[in-house]
């Protein structure tokens, strides 16, 4: 696939992309709809270093095309050269993958683009909204100790599925500090939208830092940061949105 990755991996050369080869080392089922799968790191972590929310596109075939999709790196340990990735599965060329990964399978990855930049002042309140996809960035910006953020408060609206099965997810969060708002996912995000909407104008009104970040599918993020910024008022550096994956 290295040879033949499109107009994205033609863009990513250009942009000093830097390319790697992992490999499968181990398979965790954390529930039916979650996998988390070990790999080893082909050199990565020791040309890249690590930073809160470190994230990586990885490259899979669908249809015969070339497809990539970022993911937060989990428990990165440079001295090993290993992490982990979590998948939340559902349809999709990635999640394909995802479900038959086996150790001593190989894949692809890119390296472009990934930063990470606290906001200053530091957050007095951290507000997150996302779903299972972006759960492993959750975790890396709010840890179980202190995280990326500092030791803030913060409020996580978390959209997951009606069968309950988010209560196996492997949440990081400190109970004391971070409260998890769990919300059904229906009418393609509206209800997620709704609810935030009825609850984080007071929390905002709260705090004198606030901070929010948003990552669920592209069209609710899109709707949930353009209400933070146009209708809230939150100035854009308070602000980071990114869309996780695509509803189909």
């Known amino acids: 696939m290295a040879q033949g990755r499109g107009w994205e991996g033609t863009v990513l050369r250009l942009m000093r992309a830097k390319d790697f080869t992992l490999t499968v080392t181990g398979v965790e089922e954390v529930t039916g709809e979650y996998r988390r799968l070990l790999l080893s790191d082909g050199g990565l972590l020791a040309a890249t270093g690590v930073h809160p929310t470190i994230w990586i596109r990885l490259w899979f075939e669908n249809a015969g095309r070339p497809h990539q999709r970022a993911y937060t790196l989990v428990d990165p340990d440079?001295?090993?050269?290993?992490?982990?990735?979590?998948?939340?599965?559902?349809?999709?060329?990635?999640?394909?993958?995802?479900?038959?990964?086996?150790?001593?399978d190989t894949i692809e990855a890119t390296v472009q683009g990934t930063g990470f930049e606290p906001p200053a002042p530091a957050p007095s309140h951290v507000l997150v909204i996302g779903d299972p996809a972006s759960l492993p960035a959750i975790n890396s910006l709010l840890g179980t100790g202190e995280g990326a953020l500092g030791s803030a408060p913060a409020t996580v609206w978390f959209e997951g599925?009606?069968?309950?099965?988010?209560?196996?997810?492997?949440?990081?969060?400190?109970?004391?500090?971070?409260?998890i708002?769990?919300?059904?996912?229906?009418?393609?995000?509206?209800?997620?939208?709704?609810?935030?909407?009825?609850?984080?104008?007071?929390?905002?009104?709260?705090?004198?830092?606030?901070?929010?970040?948003?990552?669920?599918?592209?069209?609710?993020?899109?709707?949930l940061s353009a209400y933070v910024r146009k209708e809230l008022g939150l100035p854009k550096e308070r602000l980071h949105a990114l869309g996780y994956w695509r509803a189909s």
């Open 78 to 104: 440079p001295a090993a050269g290993a992490f982990a990735l979590e998948f939340a599965l559902h349809e999709g060329a990635a999640s394909d993958w995802a479900r038959a990964a086996k150790p001593g």
């Open 161 to 179: 599925s009606p069968d309950g099965a988010d209560g196996g997810l492997p949440f990081r969060t400190d109970p004391a500090r971070h409260e």
């Open 181 to 223: 708002r769990h919300v059904v996912r229906a009418d393609a995000g509206a209800a997620l939208v709704e609810r935030v909407r009825a609850e984080l104008p007071a929390l905002l009104a709260a705090t004198t830092d606030p901070y929010v970040w948003i990552a669920c599918d592209t069209r609710t993020t899109r709707t």
